[in-house]
DNA sequence: TCAATAACCGATAAAATATTCGGTATGCCT
DNA sequence: AGGCATACCGAATATTTTATCGGTTATTGA
């Protein structure tokens, strides 16, 4: 008799890309580096609303992910400066970016409606 | 002269989206709804790691946004019972939702192998 | 000498999310 | 009478995520 293991397996492939695209701002960093931010400070000028801090924590994830993949000019040289770019795995994500995007676009006005609704409660 | 409000206006169709698709579980509940699984006891066991309060909470946020509808079939009846279908703002959802899915079990080694990383920092 | 720069990290505080647990409702079945 | 089923809610707690703040590094230029 085969006993199988009770593996977890959570296949589903939702969640998973979720891990990846889920949190505040992955998504919109992911899109300022396709825009051409490729620096951590350019980024961080083009998403004011988020902190620093929680940028260079996402790009760190998504670098952990392999969706990114950094560059430092110069290792030596100070001011030190990074470039982030898309790798290959990165790059297969914009189509679907793009999707959401304008997904989101099309209906913001009910979403913005919607979340407004929420901060009543 | 005209003054114009500093509105944080926010238009990234990325993070607006995200507002809806966010939440651990969000995607994989309007999945199972697209797979005929309309009933909260049914979503509750396709998708047994989430918790069901966790199910029902944002089974309420996915109503508020309009991308899923309620009806009971009978108000007065015990046991009360209602089914969530999509409306028609969530089913402009599902091939954003199966693109997602599909680049999720495409790369479900690495994000895997990834996730598993991170543990153990 | 001191400010400025750029990237980044650590510690902590705060906020958002998720989990756990128990409770409500009521008709049906044994 | 007691248990089951179904949806759902409230509150407390736990966990995760994000924000805030300050510090580090080494060079350039005033």
Chains 1, 2 share one sequence.
């Not at 760190?60 to 392999?66: D, I, M, N, W």
Request: glycine share 6%; aromatic share 6%.
């Amino acid at each position: 008799m085969y006993t199988r293991k009770i593996e977890e397996d959570l296949d589903c492939g939702l969640y998973l890309a979720m891990k990846v695209l889920g949190g505040k701002w992955k998504c919109c960093i992911l899109d300022a580096i396709h825009r051409g931010m490729t620096r951590p400070s350019e980024i961080a000028k083009y998403i004011r609303e988020a902190s620093q801090r929680v940028i260079e924590m996402q790009l760190a994830e998504l670098l952990q992910f392999g969706v990114v993949e950094k560059t430092v000019e110069n290792e030596l040289a100070y001011p030190k400066k990074s470039d982030y770019r898309l790798t290959a795995l990165g790059e297969s994500l914009l189509p679907i970016l793009s999707q959401i995007d304008g997904w989101g676009l099309r209906h913001a006005d009910v979403i913005k409606e919607r979340m407004s609704e929420q901060e009543v409660n």
